[in-house]
DNA sequence: TTGTGGCAGTAACAAAGGTTACATTTCGAA
DNA sequence: TTCGAAATGTAACCTTTGTTACTGCCACAA
């Protein structure tokens, strides 16, 4: 575990630190598609990621979903930070989007660290700048943007998220993560076909220029 | 000073805090409709709010606008947090929503408080979970919500934030915090007045039961 | 091989919200 | 007092998005 963290975190945090994660933090694997957070979950620890993606995801009352960022290599998740702290709930899901390896640190330790390391406490308070960045970024992808404009944005992100011009979704997917209907999703979708931008095939798109 | 201070703050901050909160912050106050921050400008401290409310607005390039949140009294700006730590551009504009008061403290210090302080630390912590959790909120309105159901909580927020039932703004300004147009804001409103929920006048708004 | 369930294509229609246009009212400044 | 700008009311129409319904297609398991 103490190279995987070396090798992403290293230029973050001092060895001192590097060595404290290595010994109370566990290494978790999940597979694709596994939910790591529930909505309503109460959260004990602290993800670092290593490697892969994980999806945040909202829900209202009527189970109407709605996707509001990734989280990558180095990320750590900040609803969890405020729950941790809070003793709150979770507001959010969590799901892998990838096959994702984390390191998980039990939260006492976070409070800890932040008065001890400096470096942690950037990290923390970098993580929530991100973090608020990505729900601006969600806000203005919804209040200013038609569906169309976001079903691209999405496909664009999809693709970094994953470094792959297949796109594994079905339109249903992906109208739960825009909140929309599979119905408009196959409908915008066709479009782009039309001007040549993607190739749809059954259970997947691929981008050919977006 | 001092005196605000330990009204406002003083079950969040020890008494050595407050004591160097009062040494470097400055009052300042500002008038109803005054702007404390453009997109784009550098920010260079921290507001402490003593009393009064802030509204957080976010626009596009077209120069289409949504409020965000509002800050009341012992709230502070994430927003303005994580600007100072990253010396990055502010991506939002504050505006007075009502006269009001604040303590403005240096971008040095409030670094140095993270190491020295917990209570400074926790607060900040704090202020970013309620910042993320109002963004949260702002999602699931304009994701989730009609534009009636958003009107209806638009005008709680503001009675809720003013402490008064008659709201002094226009159909027009409500359009822009709410990103849609006059016609519109003009219809719904309409509507609620029939259905004997409010009251309409020029430039006011009386709500009897929302 | 055939049936079944999930996926996608498409038409027709409905609803919400945005746009344009114009009339009326109100208020303050000249 | 009068004029003009700003605020509001309202109709007609358009665009976008959501809904319903039905089709064919594909993959897989019995």
């Known amino acids: 575990m103490l190279n995987n963290l070396k090798d992403n975190f ?15 933090g566990t290494l978790k694997e999940v597979k694709e598609g596994d939910k ?33 960022y990734f989280l990558e290599r180095g990320d750590t998740c900040a609803m969890t930070l405020t729950c941790c702290l809070g003793q709150k709930k979770s507001e959010i899901r969590a799901m892998a989007e990838l096959d994702t390896i984390l390191i998980m640190v039990p939260i006492q330790k976070m409070e800890e660290w932040m008065g001890k390391y400096k470096s942690w406490r950037n990290f923390v308070l970098q993580s929530y700048h991100e973090r608020l960045t990505e729900m601006l970024e969600t806000i203005d992808s919804i209040a200013f943007l038609n569906m169309d404009e976001r079903l691209v944005k999405y496909l664009q992100n999809k693709q970094k998220i994953t470094k792959d011009t297949i796109i594994n979704s079905t339109h249903q997917e992906i109208a739960y ?20 931008e993607i190739e749809l095939f059954r259970n997947s798109i691929k981008i050919i220029s977006l």
Chains 1, 2 share one sequence.
């Open 177 to 196: 993560e825009l909140n929309t209907s599979r119905v408009v999703i196959s409908r915008l979708l066709k479009k782009l076909e039309n001007l040549g």
């Open 10 to 24: 290293s230029h973050l945090f001092e060895d001192a630190l590097l060595e404290e994660i290595n010994n109370v």
């Open 36 to 68: 790591l957070i529930e909505i309503g979950d109460y959260v004990r620890s602290m993800p670092l990621l290593i490697s892969g993606a994980i999806k945040i995801l909202r829900e209202d009352d009527n189970g109407d979903e709605l996707l509001l």
